[in-house]
């Protein structure tokens, strides 16, 4: 009998994902001996992950089209950007400069069933005139 994100196949169980996995053994009575069951219960930890956000160029002047930018997690997981400060605005992965001054500038990955948030990555771009 199993529970939990694990499968099992003859004497063999294979972890699927994150969560608590229940395993039970049982002993078929035979000749003078009862029937036997063990239960063991452990927790598999999601698991971590890194982001990979290739730096912007900077500095760059305004007016510039707007940047593509590029990040990637080590879980394959899809990447958030968001505009941390400065003058400009994001959509998906382009962003938008409306200003003079530093932009700061973060990738992000929330996690999902099997893998911990990963560590935001940050980068500034400096927009001269």
Do not use: C, R, W
């Not at 598999?44 to 760059?60: D, K, L, M, R």
């Not at 990040?71 to 997981?77: Q, W, Y």
Request: proline share 5%.
């Amino acid at each position: 009998m199993v529970s939990g994100p694990a499968t099992i196949s003859g004497s063999t169980a294979t972890l699927t994902g994150a969560g608590t996995v229940v395993l039970q053994a049982i002993q078929v009575a035979a000749g003078n001996y009862t029937t036997g069951t063990q239960t063991a219960s452990f927790t598999v930890a999601t698991e971590s992950q890194t982001i990979t956000f290739t730096a912007p160029a900077s500095p760059v002047t305004y007016g510039v089209s707007p940047i593509t930018l590029l990040a990637t997690a080590s879980s394959g997981l899809p990447v958030t950007f968001s505009v941390v400060s400065g003058p400009a605005s994001i959509s998906g992965n382009t962003l938008t400069i409306t200003g003079v001054g530093t932009v700061e500038v973060a990738a992000d990955q929330t996690g999902a069933a099997d893998y911990a948030a990963a560590k935001e990555v940050t980068h500034n771009i400096v927009v001269k005139q």
